[in-house]
């Protein structure tokens, strides 16, 4: 099955382009149908791929080629994928939230004029992140890279008539792009001192003594592609496009923003931890960097009263977890979470959407409230989501996210400190959403009150789905002082294993999770009590600060933005105009001013001209006798 | 030789029908014919004279005649009966003398031939002299215009105050040369310890010889004569006149001057710089296309200045070729030009859709004198800058011609944007026949067959 | 000097061609002030004759010192195309006059710039 | 100082002196009279180069001849002082200085000229008899083509000096 | 032969088309342009190994030879003249041209000097194509362009002419430092051109590299581009914008950099900060322009920077990437303005801020001005990825001293730039709410023809850049 893993990329691309093509003329429920299967039929194909890796008979990473992609001196880059355990899994990530988002998209979208569109665009999005996790080389990782970058920009300014939606798309793309040029310098640092971009060459020739290779070099390497991983993971400084994301239609916001695409980074970060590992400092950048982005999220979403931006934040605080993990050493762990994040994150965003959906489109949790009477299913995998993203023990986000704290504890003291109070505010705005939005009174109009409805069939399937993995999903990772053998980490060791020196004792794990789960828990209770009735007001202080996100984006459009704009102003109005172009007709009018002073020379006066030809004479016999000599 | 007593009889035969014929058209056809045979005559001089036949000296060595020299003759010639057709109409309606005009312009050419032959300071004189009084009297020869009178006196002053410069210039040569033979001047010179004298001699004679190709600082009677002379002689004068002049001062600095050419060379440099300059920039901002043209034919000599500076093989093939490109071209233009009532440049306005013939035989040959490839004023530029980059040390003199050729661009395209691209309806002064239409497309296509094959002309010469 | 030999055979060369030299530009130089100074069109036109003068006064200088008859017969033929000019010339100016019954030279400004 | 150098200043002074009353004196007639003065010192310096030929030529041709029809003109025009323009000081003293300069220049460049040597002396040079066989003999080309010369003058007097009875107008009927 | 009438074609046809009327004149340039096509593309399948060579006398006694050679480079570029004129005149067909047969034979002379531009390996020759190129254009600017098009056509000719003065006193020189007597062929030239001692070399190099950068054009010399697109007709723009500044970078790659290499190694650390100088200026600049054709116009000389930029790094990789992207550029381009001059068209301004909606009023040009603009910015799978992913490489394999990295980021801001402007321009004209146009219809049938033959082009190289890489790996040696 391994063979044709080109296959799994092939479908979307399929179903991209049969939607693409015929978008005008399609029905909505086939495009709906078409893009559906084709990620059904990659998702199968991935599940044969997967377990052949799994399979005993799989020996080492398996690279299928398909053509020569550029190929120039003594550069060669194929066209190539690579199947091992890594980009196996997350395959089946991929595609499996992928065909459970696309089978609800099919509800979701029903009514929108531009469905058949939609699932192109999703199907294209899910071709370019195959191809991200696929390739087997960082070429081909950047085509995915850029890839998904255009979809998700396609995609959150898919209602296109909306200024604000494609601001934001726009946004999106661009501080993509900056991740991306990270990305791409990275790579052509690599190119250029390894002469390959093969993962395989490439992390063969790491510890190659005859390459004189100073350590810098791995550095800026590392550091390249870790801001490649910023831009695309929705780090501290590049995050702030993520929220405005959410400007997509929701399960866009479930698929790729939540569950895939901002995972990237920590996938090439995993991927690259040959390299990482020789680079401990660009390591300890990463951990503070990614549980700087945690804390900062976090202290955000306790004060967004939009139910999007609420995940939103929440989704930047997670992946900052990630990065924590990433950060320490704790790649396999990272992995953990990314995939476990993939379902709880994505059943929060597709509960969200149902609510949304239900509500007619309105997203802010202060008119929201006591929902759960109308919508059970919702309210009920919404609540699976909330417990398991606060870690309550049992459920899939526990066991991820206890075993990054518990890497971080091993790594440092004051990190573990942070983590936790990141950990713990993370409880607190999750349930604070859950309460206003599903508890207590309803707050909306009469109509939207009239209006409620749970979602159909082909919402809550997936919902369902979801929840379960949800849950079950962190048994294939259980902590070592559960059980010794974590049939995880064994499946990702032969490419990715946890980078670390300390190894912590039973007692303290125990004690550690033992303090997260009363923390949580507290938190919880807090957050009940503070929340089941609401009042709204103005707010001030710091809340107001966080409800602003500390003025983030202002900061970033007075000091980039705005200089930028300026500048170029100035540029195009003084330098490019009248500076350069000014010189450029200045030589025109200074010939034309000196052709009008010249032309008085010619008085129609003989006594002048015969004067002006006397003095030539002087002049030039001067010149002649006088002044060569 | 043949050519100079033939274009003194036929002179001599124009004076006659003057008195005998008094239609004008008939005196006009019968010119023609003269020069026609006149050509054929140069023709058979050129038969004669073959690349690597010695020169021959004449009449106590006198004269000098020699392959470039009979190829110059012929060429001019050749110009000379090209602009006798184009213009002959415009010519009939100067004045009354028809026939008088013609035999001084068999006499301009008579000094020309002189010029191109000469092997003494005396017969220089001699043939500046004959190449110059008849445009006095041609500057002069239209009665009605005041103008025209103007033009002749300011010419006839200046031009005598530089035959007092260039006499002043050859005594001083003469005393340190001794002689009046070129070739025995140039044994006479030499570099190491050159007689002041000597020196003085070729300033001044220099300064004549720019006087007469109307090169700075000696350039300003140019516009104004141009300008106020009868349109069809100016075509003559700026032209076909001016270009055995070139011929003369080439001959002279390197026949006889070459052998010291590092005392003269600078001077020369800047005279063409400061002429390249006055002429370029002055042009620009001109209102008509007439004086335009004078301030361009100063510009010209500029490039023609390099044949003069370069003292090289190049040089002699330059000067026949620029001189034929730019004589053509101006010819050709000056053509155009008559048959208008406005010389302005409003003057032209919407000529492209009036006359498009007109208008596209004219953009050729402005192209051809701003230089444009696969124009003959392209291959003379380019040959002239050829012979002096050979020369090595006047880089900075091409890169200032070239800067000074982009100027002329201006003013030339300036003509083509009134024709092309600006609406109005030129008046037409006198009707275009189907011989003009003729003549013009066949000066058309000499200007580009010399720009597309040049070697037919080259391989001769 | 060359002159006192010669001056025994009876004719002698007084003083030495720099002093012709000399006195020969400084007439030329006076004829060029003339041309600068005056607007009279035949006083310009006299100046330019002067300035020939000159140049025949120097060429039969430099004829006797060198022994050589050539200059000489040069002088001859600038009198003879100045006898030309002189004819060209002063139809020129009469012409002139009778358009504008003047020769001064500042009125002839119609055709500048 | 012999007699022959007394005579050459003397006359060298009243060349220069004469030639200073064309340019400066008023009255064109008087121009006319000091130019045919100065002509007349050429004419004597001539003679005491003993280039016979050309003393007689000068005065005849030039003195005689050729001021007299400059001398014509000027009457014929009816020109006097009164009506004669003259130029503003300051460009007569700029044509002063400038022709001043320019003798200076040419003095300055050419005070080092090396006098040139003689190798023959021969004192008949100037006599119309040795002349007239070199101009018949070596210079008959010259002597020939001069004809073209005065035709074209002739042509010129016919073409320009004819009366001409149509208006005279200022437009360009070129 | 087959050199001979690539240049032939357009040549003869264009004099043929000035004496055609209507639409005979529209069909004659477009089975001209066709055959050229042909021709080009049939060159460019037989000289994968060997060059073609043509070459006849032409002037023996200046050392010059009519000599044409169709290496990978030469080859290349006039298949991508034959693409762009194809599309050029299958766009125009229904456009209401004033004179179409003038025009037509206008823009067919051009194509002819081009190709002679690109197929001249005698410097002679090569130069008077380079001239010849120029003059059609300058008449369909004057007479065919927008408001302003006198002064602005003038000043791009004054421009160009005086740098191709420059170029001609440059190869005056060259010609006679040849072995032997004066020639113009090309390999002597490269000969006497090596020989010469590095202080003249500076002096050639500034000379020739002034006309190429004109051309080009290269910061500072670059501001009579952006009057001369927006002011030129769209299919002069294009063939301005997609072939006639390739001829700057063509002239350098042949013309300049194996001549004087000593002369080029002086100076080409300062042209190519120039050339980033003018990556980040000219971004900088388009990001503000509410003039869509400014704009594009900009964004055209940020990418020339970059080509020049990476020609002057001395590079194999990125001479050769060079080579792709002047392909790609010349493509993407055109699309670019195709685009643009059918939304001119459509909302009859040229200012963004008064458009938008394209999307839903006419789907079919949103998706190919995405597709194009994506192009544009280099996104991976189309055409200018590959090219610019080369480029950079280029411009990143010197070494790493802290300038060459100050070049790198600079030329790396131009990416991120890049993206903003281009998606500016998207989200102004293809998103929002429908504003009033003038003529509201989705792509005619000959435009969505030409359109599809430019995202073909640019989807099939992005995805498999191999048969152009093939086609120029020869030009890179070793």
């Known amino acids: 099955m391994a063979n044709v893993v080109y296959l799994v990329p092939l479908f979307p691309l399929i179903g991209f382009l049969i939607n693409g093509i015929f978008w005008k003329k399609m029905p909505k429920s086939l495009g709906g149908a078409i893009g559906t299967v084709a990620i059904l039929a990659s998702f199968i194909v991935s599940l044969g791929v997967f377990f052949e890796v799994k399979s005993a008979s799989f020996h080492g990473p398996l690279t299928v080629t398909l053509f020569d992609f550029i190929s120039t001196g003594n550069i060669h880059i194929p066209f190539a994928f690579q199947v091992d355990a890594l980009s196996s899994l997350f395959l089946l990530i991929i595609t499996g939230v992928g065909t459970l988002i696309h089978l609800y998209s099919t509800s979701y979208m029903h009514d929108d004029e531009g469905m058949v569109k939609y699932f192109a665009y999703l199907n294209l999005f899910v071709f370019s992140m195959l191809l991200l996790v696929l390739g087997a080389n960082y070429l081909i990782m950047f085509i995915g890279w850029e890839g998904v970058g255009l979809c998700s920009y396609l995609l959150i300014g898919f209602w296109f008539k909306n200024r604000d939606y494609t601001n934001a798309a726009k946004k999106a793309f661009v501080m993509n792009r900056i991740g991306d040029l990270g990305f791409l310098v990275g790579m052509l640092l690599v190119l250029f001192n390894f002469g390959t971009l093969t993962y395989l060459d490439f992390f063969g020739k790491l510890g190659d ?21 910023t831009g695309k993971s929705a780090q501290i400084p590049l995050y702030t496009w993520l929220p405005d994301a959410m400007a997509g239609p929701t399960p866009v916001s479930a698929l790729i ?122 309210q009920a995998t919404f609540f699976v989501g909330c417990l398991a993203i606060a870690g309550i023990p049992g459920l899939s986000g526990f066991f991820s996210k206890d075993e990054i704290l518990a890497a971080t504890f091993a790594h440092s003291t004051l990190l573990y400190a942070l983590a936790l109070i990141a950990a713990m505010m993370t409880a607190f705005y999750m349930f604070r959403l859950y309460v206003l939005t599903f508890n207590g009174k309803f707050r909306g109009t009469e109509e939207q009150h009239h209006h409620l409805h749970e979602s159909p069939a082909a919402m809550t399937i997936p919902l369902v789905i979801l929840a379960i993995l949800s849950i079950v999903g962190g048994y294939v990772g259980l902590p070592s002082v559960i059980s010794e053998h974590n049939t995880f980490a064994t499946y990702l060791s032969p490419v990715v294993h946890n980078f670390s020196h300390h190894h912590l004792s039973h007692g303290t794990e125990w004690g550690l999770m033992g303090l997260s789960v009363t923390v949580v828990i507290i938190m919880i209770a807090i957050a009940y009590a503070v929340h089941s009735k609401p009042k709204f007001k103005e707010s001030t202080g710091i809340a107001k600060l966080l409800e602003n996100k500390w003025y983030m984006d202002e900061i970033y459009d007075a000091l980039i933005v705005k200089p930028i704009e300026g500048i170029s102003n100035a540029l195009d109005k003084f330098v490019d105009r009248h500076g350069i172009d000014g010189i450029v007709n200045g030589v025109g009018k200074t010939v034309r001013w000196g052709g009008d002073r010249l032309r ?29 000599k | 030789m043949k050519a100079i007593i033939a274009t003194t009889v036929f002179g001599i035969v124009m004076m006659f029908t003057g008195i005998l014929v008094n239609n004008k058209r008939s005196v006009a056809a019968i010119a023609a014919v003269l020069f026609a045979v006149l050509l054929g005559i140069n023709f058979f001089d050129l038969a004669a004279a073959s690349p690597n036949a010695t020169d021959t000296l004449v009449f106590n060595k006198m004269l000098r005649i020699e392959h470039y020299s009979v190829w110059f003759n012929t060429v001019m010639t050749g110009c000379t009966l090209l602009y006798v057709l184009l213009m002959s109409k415009e010519i009939q309606r100067v004045g009354s003398h028809v026939a008088e005009y013609f035999a001084l312009i068999f006499f301009i050419l008579c000094g020309l031939y002189i010029l191109a032959t000469y092997n003494n300071l005396l017969m220089m004189f001699i043939g500046i002299e004959i190449l110059s009084i008849p445009q006095y009297v041609l500057a002069g020869s239209d009665r009605k215009n005041l103008k025209s009178a103007e033009a002749s006196l300011k010419y006839f002053l200046m031009g005598s105050f530089t035959t007092g410069i260039l006499l002043m210039g050859i005594a001083l040569l003469f005393g340190a040369a001794r002689s009046f033979n070129v070739m025995e001047i140039a044994a006479m010179l030499h570099t190491d310890a050159l007689n002041p004298l000597a020196l003085a001699g070729i300033l001044f004679i220099m300064l004549a010889f720019a006087f007469k190709v109307s090169a700075a600082p000696m350039h300003t009677w140019t516009p104004d004569v141009y300008d106020g002379s009868p349109t069809p002689f100016t075509a003559y004068m700026s032209t076909v006149v001016k270009a055995g002049a070139f011929f003369a001062f080439l001959r002279l600095f390197q026949v006889s001057f070459n052998g010291i050419s590092e005392h003269w060379t600078l001077i020369l440099a800047i005279i063409t710089a400061a002429t390249l300059l006055v002429g370029n920039v002055t042009a620009v901002f001109q209102q008509s296309v007439k004086r335009m043209l004078a301030y361009s034919s100063i510009a010209q000599a500029g490039f023609m200045l390099f044949a003069v500076l370069a003292v090289n093989k190049f040089a002699w093939q330059g ?9 053509v071209a101006t010819i050709g233009l000056f053509s155009v030009l008559v048959k208008l009532k406005d010389f302005t440049y409003d003057g032209f306005n919407g000529l492209a859709r009036t006359e498009p013939l007109l208008a596209f035989t004219a953009s050729i040959f402005l192209f051809s004198l701003a230089g444009i490839p696969l124009t003959g004023g392209f291959m003379a530029k380019y040959y002239v800058l050829l012979a002096v980059v050979q020369q090595g040390h006047l880089m900075w003199l091409v890169i200032f011609a070239l800067l000074m050729a982009a100027i002329s661009i201006y003013y030339y395209f300036r003509v083509i944007i009134a024709m092309y691209f600006k609406p109005g309806t030129p008046e037409i002064a006198s009707p275009v026949t189907a011989g003009d239409r003729t003549l013009l497309i066949i000066t058309c296509a000499l200007v580009i067959l010399l720009g597309v094959a040049p070697q037919l002309f080259l391989n001769r010469i | 000097m060359a002159g006192v030999a010669a001056g025994k055979r009876g004719f002698y060369m007084p003083v030495n061609s720099t002093h012709y030299l000399f006195l020969s530009l400084l007439l030329f130089s006076i004829g060029i002030m003339g041309t600068l100074m005056r607007r009279n069109a035949i006083i310009i036109f006299m100046c330019i004759e002067l300035m020939l003068n000159s140049v025949n006064l120097l060429l039969v200088a430099f004829s006797k010192i060198f022994g050589d008859a050539n200059a000489q017969l040069f002088v001859f033929f600038i009198m003879v195309v100045a006898a030309a000019e002189v004819a060209v010339g002063l139809a020129i100016i009469v012409m002139m006059y009778r358009k504008v019954h003047s020769v001064d030279i500042n009125i002839l400004n119609r055709l500048k710039h | 100082m012999d007699i022959y150098d007394k005579l050459f200043w003397l006359l060298s002074a009243i060349t220069v002196g004469c030639a200073l009353g064309v340019i400066l004196s008023r009255n064109p007639v008087n121009s006319v009279l000091f130019l045919v003065m100065t002509f007349m010192c050429i004419s004597g310096h001539y003679i005491l180069m003993n280039a016979q030929f050309l003393w007689i030529v000068n005065l005849i041709v030039y003195a005689g001849a050729i001021m007299v029809l400059f001398l014509f003109v000027i009457m014929l025009m009816n020109l006097n002082s009164d009506v004669e323009p003259q130029k503003g000081q300051l460009v007569q003293l700029a044509g ?37 066989k070199t101009l018949f003999k070596d210079y008959v080309l010259p002597f020939e083509i001069s004809s073209v010369l005065f035709l074209s003058a002739m042509i010129g007097a016919v073409v320009i000096g004819k009366k001409d009875d149509s208006a005279i107008t200022n437009e360009t009927v070129q | 032969m087959i050199l001979l009438f690539l240049i032939l074609v357009p040549l003869l046809s264009g004099i043929l088309s000035f004496s055609v009327k209507g639409s005979a004149a529209k069909t004659l340039a477009l089975i001209s342009s066709m055959i050229t096509l042909g021709l080009s593309a049939y060159v460019s399948a037989t000289n994968y190994k060997e060059a073609i060579v043509f070459s006849c006398e032409w002037i023996p006694m200046l050392g010059t030879q009519f000599s044409l050679v169709a290496d990978g480079m030469s080859s290349m570029l006039c298949l991508l003249t034959g693409i762009v004129s194809l599309v050029v005149f299958l766009t125009n067909l229904d456009k209401d041209t004033e004179a179409p047969g003038s025009f037509n034979g206008f823009m067919l002379l051009s194509q002819a000097g081009l190709m002679g531009v690109f197929l001249a390996t005698d410097a002679l020759v090569f130069y008077v194509f380079w001239e010849l190129a120029l003059i059609p254009v300058y008449f369909l600017c004057s007479r065919w362009g927008g408001e302003k098009r006198i002064p602005v056509t003038f000043k791009f000719f004054v421009y ?107 100076w080409s650390n300062f042209v190519v900060i120039l050339s980033v100088i003018g990556i980040v200026y000219a971004s900088c600049i388009a990001i503000v322009q509410t003039d869509i054709k400014r704009l594009v116009a900009y964004s055209s000389i940020a990418h020339m920077g970059l080509m020049s930029a990476a020609a002057f ?15 790609n ?46 192009a544009n910015i280099a996104l991976p799978l189309t055409n200018g990825f590959v090219g610019e992913f080369m480029l950079f490489n280029g411009l990143f394999a010197g070494d790493h001293s802290a300038p060459q990295i100050g070049i790198m980021v600079l030329a790396g801001l131009g990416i991120i730039l890049g993206a903003v402007y281009t998606l500016n321009m998207i989200q102004k004209t293809a998103y929002g709410n429908t504003t009033e146009m003038v003529i509201s219809k989705d792509l005619s049938v000959n435009e969505y023809a030409g359109l599809a033959i430019i995202i073909a082009v640019i989807l099939y190289l992005g995805v498999y850049p191999k048969p152009l890489l093939d086609l120029t790996a020869g030009m890179i040696g070793g």
């Open chain 5, 160 to 266: 160009t002419f005086v740098g191709s003065l420059m170029l001609l006193a440059g190869l005056i020189y060259l010609s006679l430092q040849t072995p032997g007597t004066v020639s113009y062929a090309w390999a002597d030239i490269v000969a006497a051109g090596n020989a010469l001692p590095a202080t003249t070399q500076q002096g050639l190099f500034w000379l020739i590299f002034i006309a190429f950068a004109i051309k080009m054009p290269i910061f500072p010399f670059h501001t009579w581009q952006p009057d001369a697109y927006e002011q030129s007709p769209t299919p002069v723009t294009i063939i301005l914008s997609a072939l006639m500044v390739k001829m700057g970078l063509y002239a350098v790659l042949r013309w300049l950099l194996p001549v004087l290499p000593m002369g080029v190694a002086l």
């Open chain 4, 96 to 132: 002063v200085i400038s022709g001043g300069v320019l003798f200076l220049v040419l003095l300055a460049a050419v005070k080092t000229a090396v006098p040139v040597g003689i190798d023959k002396q021969s004192l008949d040079i100037g006599l119309i008899e040795n002349l007239g």
């Open chain 5, 313 to 327: 790094s001395a590079n194999a990789i990125g001479m050769h990437g060079i080579m792709v992207q002047m392909f």
């Open chain 1, 257 to 378: 923003h939540a569950a895939t695409m901002v995972t990237a980074g920590i996938y090439m970060i995993a991927r690259s931890g040959a390299l990482y590992s020789l680079t401990p400092s660009i390591l300890h950048i990463i951990a503070v960097v990614g549980l700087l982005t945690a804390i900062l999220a976090a202290t955000i979403a306790i004060r967004q009263y939009d139910i999007k931006k609420v995940l939103a934040y929440s989704t930047v605080s997670q992946l900052g977890f990630m990065f924590l993990a990433l950060g320490v050493g704790a790649y396999t762990t990272a992995v953990f979470h990314v995939m476990t994040h993939a379902f709880f994150k994505a059943l929060l965003f597709l509960g969200s959407g149902s609510v949304i959906h239900a509500m007619g489109g309105e997203q802010d949790i202060r008119n929201m409230g006591g929902l759960g009477k109308h919508m059970r299913v919702t």
């Open chain 1, 600 to 628: 008085m020379l010619q008085t129609g006066q003989v006594g002048t001209y015969i004067f002006i030809m006397v003095m030539g004479i002087v002049v030039l016999f001067t010149i002649s006798f006088f002044w060569i």
């Open chain 5, 329 to 374: 550029h010349g493509i993407n381009i055109t699309g670019m303005w195709l685009i643009v001059s059918m939304i001119e068209n459509r909302w009859g301004t040229r200012d963004m801020t008064k458009m938008g909606g394209m999307a839903s009023v006419a789907p079919r040009m949103a998706i190919a001005l995405v597709i194009i603009s994506l």
């Open chain 1, 209 to 229: 003594a005859s390459l004189i290779i100073p350590k810098s070099t791995y550095n800026w390497i590392a550091l390249c592609f870790f801001i490649g991983a």
């Open chain 2, 319 to 327: 000067i026949i070729i620029y001189a034929m490109a730019y004589s």
